[in-house]
């Protein structure tokens, strides 16, 4: 078992499982909801200062609403105290959180408190998008091209995660498909790919300074955009391949194909 | 620090914290949302059945839901593996969850996974209510009764919560507040008599068969509901005393100043 066998599995019993966002019918709009945990050890250092760990928390889930091209409304933290974590700590972490929050427009509406050995927590953001518009991963056409945001490989160089919800406004009506690369762009391509039942070729990686090539296609946690877009139409980013018939969630990169590996959280659990 | 004076700090600043759930004002209706951490060592042992465990992180969200008179439709889960929990174990985490679920018609929408030193998950539930009329925990009156749903004191006892969905309908414009009885009779009575500016007087502390009146009174986790209802309304449950103006926050039992002491996560950190 691994992350996308258990999606596809529950996606079975439950269709609205499996993009960036779940996206919900409502009467003017569709509603989108986004849940992600971070947890010590996992998503960051305790060593992290507490305002980058509260900030980085909310962008993640930000990062998804953006994927789908989404306005983020209210916002739902829940959190676990650790043993080390203090009242000064917990400070730090809301005044991360609550910065990112206010620049977004987006309002703390409620959470849970618990507490556990590591500190951990689960925000979910909660956005709308213009009904039936809606950036899904299962758009992708054969002649499509394909964009990424920005350089990738960037997560063990610590950048400061930017939601790019500008960026994903701007391709509503432009990109066939869009999501936020979380996983490392090999895997998640593949996902896309998969979903809209194509193939991808990759011309080119754009890697971030400082970081490997290897970084750049297998790291997790760039929370860039990847999206696919027709031939003619122009949008901001980096062009690095295109997408073919061929084999649903095949990925080559200068025609060889690409592994499918990148970061899985049941492989942390086997080794 | 504990949990009430930092859900207090953070609704200065953010006005729709502070109830069962967040209350967010749509077109026809208000919308509900809840989140609830379920983390082993804290909510269960890592003996019980994954069935069970399931079912009681869906339980708790749906318990708010119902303490604000409404009717739940999705939900997401976001959890963390444990390094002792394999696919058996998810699987059956997940049927008991989904038996819940689909029992109450809420939809499964998302989620997350990640993984962590203990199983923890996430539960958001997202229902709604009749515009207006969600029962909050400040409309507590003097002059009305209190009432609980049940006997309490089951935490020990293991006893399956059921969300108390139906009742919290039938005390739609009849109950004047309402929350549901998460860290014991005490503290949540406390905090609705503060949350409405009232003194509250128990008469009696109904005690289930086999747990003492100090469990009843302290524990946690009973999810039954506690609500106030005026003198002449009718309405299922058992009445334990009346609130009078007194002093906001104050609790007597028996005449008796109560002592504010309930479960506190905080805390447990403390010690």
Known sequence: MNE??????????WPLIGDDCAVIPARAVDLLFTSDLSIEGVHFARQSSPQEIGY????????DVAAMGGVPHY?????????????????????????LLRKTKTALAGG?????????????????????????????????????????????????????LDLGRKLLGK?????????????????????SGVEAHLDSVP???????????????DYQLLYTVPPRERVPGIRIGSVVE??????????????????????????
């Open 207 to 221: 890697v971030l300074k400082g970081a490997t090539r290897k970084q750049a296609l297998h790291d997790g946690e």
């Open 175 to 195: 990109a066939t498909s869009c999501m936020d690369i979380s996983d490392g762009l090999a895997l998640d391509l593949h996902r896309l790919a998969l979903a």
């Open 75 to 99: 916002c739902l933290v829940s959190f676990a105290l650790a043993p080390w974590t203090d009242q000064r700590w917990i400070d730090g972490f809301y005044s991360g959180l609550e910065k």
């Open 4 to 13: 996308d066998t258990l999606t596809r599995k529950l996606r079975r019993r």
């Open 246 to 271: 061929g084999q649903p969630g095949r990925v080559t990169l200068e025609g060889k194909p690409l592994p499918v590996i990148g970061y899985d959280h049941f492989r942390q659990h086997r080794s």
């Open 112 to 164: 849970d408190i618990s507490h556990a050995r590591e500190f951990l927590c689960d925000v979910v953001i909660w956005g709308s998008v213009e009904k039936g518009k809606a950036l899904l991963r299962s758009g992708a056409r054969p002649g499509n091209d394909i964009y990424v945001s920005g350089p990738l490989g960037g997560w063990r160089h610590k950048r400061a995660i930017v939601p790019r």
């Open 56 to 63: 980085r928390a909310a962008a993640r889930g930000l990062s």
